[in-house]
């Protein structure tokens, strides 16, 4: 874990690298809420004018090898979708990878709804933002990606999958019926790979979309189903007598998001279907590996309630049932 003296050192060294020498006027300054990063805030009073004066972040994933996701910020912010724009970002030699990006003001889009309004209002509102998304020129994302590795999602899932699956029976049976079945589903688009209520920020009539923590390219079946499994599973702690009722508030949400997106961009239900199924191997996968995950604590604690769920999933799409530790 960085404290706020290493996150200082990696800015000082970042733009010492430019030539510059900043001068902070606060910070940095750690910010709650980042599950899998590093968050940072700070002001500098000297340094380079684009990012001298206004409160920013310091984004600092756990990943230190794991560029894709500011390559893709940084890209689909330059093509115009609400995202915050990536001020500077790389990989250094000491620090690991960065991202310094302006401070979005607002609450996140569920906080901004309410419980039974976004019920309603955010399954439509997350299917906007992912059409937005999916109809960018994927050319200038994939062009920046080429230098990086594990950006082709459905690839990096189903290679997740068989380095767990190669000591799980069970798994490697799966591993093979998503092989044997992946579906044909059209060109790679920008996907955002996590896209759900926590991660979009309303700030009067302005949206931001953070956390482009699995970001890459892939269909748009993709993302399409990774949200709909966050909606259906909740992957959050919850009171073990209200999970039931939870998820089947979720599965209802779920399917309202599905239809809203297909009615602006027509999908096949069977080919999201193959991708939730992968997604939630994905998840069973890793969580068999929980002294190794490379999850953060939080995701895996959050996920971990929701195994059963993710479980049946798999043997409804596939026969195969994966029992725990099996």
């Given at each position: 874990?960085?404290?706020?003296?290493?996150?200082?050192?990696?800015?000082?060294?970042?733009?010492?690298?430019?030539?510059?020498?900043?001068?902070?006027?606060?910070?940095?300054?750690?910010?709650?809420?980042?599950?899998?990063?590093?968050?940072?805030?700070?002001?500098?009073?000297?340094?380079?004018?684009?990012?001298?004066?206004?409160?920013?972040?310091?984004?600092i994933?756990?990943?230190?090898?794991?560029?894709?996701?500011c390559?893709?910020?940084?890209?689909v912010?330059?093509?115009?979708?609400?995202?915050?724009?990536?001020?500077?970002?790389?990989?250094?030699?000491d620090?690991?990878?960065?991202?310094?990006?302006?401070?979005?003001?607002?609450?996140?889009?569920?906080?901004?709804?309410?419980?039974?309004?976004?019920l309603?209002e955010?399954?439509?509102?997350?299917?906007?933002?992912?059409?937005?998304?999916?109809?960018?020129?994927?050319?200038?994302?994939?062009?920046?990606?080429?230098l990086?590795?594990?950006?082709?999602?459905?690839?990096?899932?189903?290679?997740?999958?068989?380095?767990?699956?190669?000591?799980?029976?069970?798994?490697?049976?799966?591993?093979?019926?998503?092989?044997?079945?992946?579906?044909?589903?059209?060109?790679?688009?920008a996907?955002?790979?996590d896209?759900?209520?926590?991660?979009?920020?309303?700030?009067?009539?302005?949206?931001?979309?953070?956390?482009?923590?699995?970001?890459?390219?892939?269909?748009?079946?993709?993302?399409?189903?990774?949200t709909r499994?966050?909606?259906?599973?909740?992957?959050?702690?919850?009171?073990?007598?209200?999970?039931?009722?939870?998820?089947?508030?979720?599965?209802?949400?779920?399917?309202?998001?599905?239809?809203?997106?297909?009615?602006?961009?027509?999908?096949?239900?069977?080919t999201?279907?193959w991708?939730?199924?992968?997604?939630?191997?994905?998840?069973?996968?890793?969580?068999?590996?929980?002294?190794?995950?490379?999850?953060?604590?939080?995701?895996?604690?959050?996920?971990?309630?929701?195994?059963?769920?993710?479980?049946?999933?798999?043997?409804?799409?596939?026969?195969?049932?994966?029992?725990?530790?099996?």
């Amino acid at each position: 874990m960085i404290d706020a003296d290493g996150a200082r050192a990696l800015l000082t060294a970042v733009l010492a690298e430019s030539g510059m020498q900043p001068e902070f006027a606060s910070g940095p300054t750690r910010l709650e809420g980042g599950k899998s990063a590093e968050l940072f805030t700070f002001c500098l009073s000297a340094g380079p004018p684009d990012i001298t004066g206004p409160e920013l972040v310091l984004r600092i994933p756990a990943r230190r090898d794991w560029l894709v996701e500011c390559v893709v910020q940084a890209t689909v912010a330059e093509l115009g979708f609400s995202t915050p724009p990536a001020l500077r970002f790389g990989r250094h030699a000491d620090h690991g990878v960065f991202l310094v990006m302006p401070r979005i003001p607002g609450s996140a889009l569920f906080e901004s709804t309410g419980l039974r309004r976004s019920l309603r209002e955010v399954p439509a509102r997350l299917a906007e933002l992912l059409v937005d998304l999916h109809d960018l020129d994927p050319t200038p994302t994939r062009a920046a990606l080429q230098l990086e590795s594990g950006w082709q999602l459905v690839d990096q899932t189903l290679a997740d999958i068989e380095a767990v699956a190669r000591r799980s029976a069970p798994l490697t049976a799966v591993h093979d019926w998503l092989t044997a079945r992946r579906p044909d589903d059209g060109a790679d688009v920008a996907c955002h790979g996590d896209l759900h209520a926590f991660n979009v920020l309303i700030h009067d009539e302005m949206t931001a979309v953070l956390d482009w923590e699995l970001a890459g390219l892939a269909p748009r079946a993709f993302d399409v189903a990774r949200t709909r499994l966050l909606l259906h599973a909740v992957p959050m702690e919850l009171p073990r007598p209200v999970r039931p009722l939870i998820e089947r508030l979720g599965r209802r949400t779920a399917d309202r998001f599905e239809r809203s997106y297909s009615t602006r961009r027509p999908i096949a239900p069977s080919t999201v279907l193959w991708h939730e199924t992968l997604h939630a191997t994905r998840i069973v996968a890793l969580l068999e590996e929980s002294a190794t995950t490379p999850m953060a604590p939080a995701v895996a604690d959050g996920w971990r309630p929701t195994l059963p769920l993710l479980r049946r999933i798999i043997a409804r799409s596939t026969g195969i049932v994966v029992e725990p530790g099996g």
